[in-house]
């Protein structure tokens, strides 16, 4: 089979480009070298929706940044994902740089951010009372907000996927060539596969496949970034996304509430070579604390955390992002260097190599294309009296696995069972949040585990944590 659009990569990117490659007539197909969407940048990041008065005027990041944050609360609706306006901050900290304000603003305006204001210590303060006694002012950012990372990505996915779009998980793209009939054939650890056009969202190895196929290189470098996730009892310490002043490594170490009810912090920025290297590190940790109590006071960094994190940046040498067909290689088309705000521009991502995948192809468009999804039913969203209703009719419902985010028997099957479902515990854990509550899931993973054993057919020692090497249970004891 020769299909038409291929797409390398199932993160934010790439499923925002078959979501909107779902409204055509098209054969579409993801491939991803993960067990699950959402395997790599997309699910290690700060879950900001960003204003767009940080990227350079006149940038295609500045561009798509602006117009992803404003389809982001249509697009939350549509997918049926939790988003919030909660707003961001800018924060001075040195009278002498209150200059640097000035110049965000500006940006920001020349960029299209709307409703943006400075403010000063006074009224900062009454937004803010755990803030530094140090400040002086702040850009304020009512356009800001934040997201469930997992979530989005996890939603456009589906909607492609219920939509005719494949995914082949474990499918890792190796090498890829074009014929004289200007058809690619992608080389890939499950078999080749060919495709008219190749769409390039493969993160931090989106440089492997340009390189590969351009005589013009690009140069990508894995930036990691540490976070804290502290405890939902710190989740209102504040109430808006509070940035210090951005540097050229970026935004800073940031302190926001999430759309869940913790509190993140976060991220560090330290360029690496290996693409592969999201481990934490005591260094990146201490940094992240000393660098985030100079803005937020008293925070309880050591005594409130129930983990930290890593993950890569796919940073690009100008600091843009690469996205357009390449010009030595018909038909591949790059969408490359996603770095932030790649989260909060993925919807508008997705519409512009769409479009010119559709200027290329002319594809007719689908009369019956969906595009609304409805998420994982949640019961404490629901009435004491519609959830009682609800355990009536489906028992699951009523048997919590995951104590400390009361995850339900129900929840874990809807989420088993639906477009692209889970088959592993991590993809449980992006899907319900079930093992991302205080004890991180060391009371509910054999409970989730017995759940997928029973409902996917696979031994206990088939099941992983997330990947192929993640094993869990390496054999029976009892019948050694």
Partial sequence: MVYDVIII???VSGSAVARELSRYKLNVCVLEKGEDVCS?????NSAIVHAGFDAAEGSLMAKLNVEGNEMMGDLAKDLDIPFKR??????????EELGGLQELYDRGIKNGVKELRIIGKEELLKMEPNLSDNVEGALYAPTGGIICPFMLNIAMAENANVNGVDFRFNTKAEKLTRDEEGIWHIRTNNGEYLTKYVVNAAGVYSDYFHNMVSKDKIHITPRRGDYCLLDKEMGSFVSHTIFPQPTKLGKGVLVSPTIHGNLIVGPTAIDIEDKEATATTQAGIDDLMTKAGMHVKNLPIGRKVITSFAGLRAHEDHHEFVI??????????????????????SPAIGRMVAGIIRDLAKPEEKENWIGTRKGILNPANLSLEERNDLIKKNPAYGQIICRCESISEGEILDAIH???GARS??????????????CQAGFCSPRVMEILHRELGLSMEELRKNDSASYIVFERTKEV
């Fill in 9 to 11: 990569g199932a993160g």
């Fill in 425 to 438: 515990l991590d993809a449980v854990k992006r899907r319900t949040r079930a093992g991302m509550g205080r």
């Fill in 86 to 95: 909660n707003g961001s901050l800018v924060v001075c900290i040195h009278k």
């Fill in 40 to 44: 790599g940048t997309s699910k290690a």
């Fill in 324 to 345: 357009g067909e390449v010009k030595d290689a018909p038909n591949f088309i790059d969408c490359a260097g996603i770095e932030s705000p790649g989260l909060t521009s």
């Fill in 418 to 420: 639906r477009p692209l």
